[in-house]
């Protein structure tokens, strides 16, 4: 059986424990979701979940918890991350945000907020590198992509924008995944060919 761990610190925790069980069975895996609030429970987790909420509480939290190690060390040992949103900031080698430490799981910069206040949100279809047919994107006070490494793939743009990238086993998106029914995004982030091995940057 899987095992999905859903960074439960802060965010839209059970939107992404209920797309990443839709996702599993759509590959054929049973799948048990654990929320992490402590560390500990990384280290045991096949695939890792980093939500959508507000990166600078995410981010002092992972700190204080000791969390933010453990996922690191998951990335290292090649295992697949999905980070939406909020979970995109955090996982960045730059959020350009002192109450922000990031985790350099993504070789890239982000901007927070770039795409506007919460007002702002909007829906989108985007076409997505690996999905056959556009994905449902839900934009909400979101983040910009505005530098990527050599070593990150640009896996879906808007408006010119990066709005889904992968380095290794990692991809992070600017929009939320988990607030649509459709989970081909966490299908092809988790279970689809993420090839083992390391994303660290450092
Ligand atoms: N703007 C938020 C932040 O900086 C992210 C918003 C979201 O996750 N929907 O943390």
């Not at 959020?95 to 982000?110: C, E, F």
């Not at 086993?169 to 390391?198: I, K, M, N, Q, Y």
């Amino acid at each position: 059986m899987l095992r999905a761990g859903v960074v439960a610190v802060q965010g839209d925790v059970s939107e992404h424990a209920d797309a990443v069980r839709r996702a599993a069975a759509a590959h054929g895996e049973e799948c048990e979701v654990v929320e992490i609030r402590q560390s500990g429970a990384v280290s045991d987790c096949d695939v890792l979940l980093m939500p959508g909420g507000e990166s600078t509480a995410i981010s002092r939290l992972l700190r204080t918890e000791g969390i933010d190690e453990e996922i690191r060390d998951h990335v290292a040992a090649g295992k697949p991350v999905l980070a939406t949103c909020a979970g995109l900031i955090v996982a960045a080698a730059d959020a350009k945000d002192d109450r922000v430490d990031p985790l350099s799981l993504l070789d890239v910069s982000v901007d927070r907020n770039a795409f506007g206040r919460q007002r702002d949100s909007f829906e989108a279809f985007l076409d997505v590198e690996g999905l056959d047919e556009p994905f449902p994107a839900v934009f909400i006070r979101a983040p910009q992509v505005d530098a990527v490494g050599d070593d990150v793939e640009v896996l879906a743009r808007w408006d010119g924008v990066p709005v889904a990238v992968r380095q290794g086993s990692v991809v992070g998106t600017s929009f939320h995944p988990e607030l649509t029914t459709d989970s081909r995004l966490h299908d092809l982030a988790l279970f689809d060919g993420v090839e083992a091995e390391p994303a660290l940057n450092d």
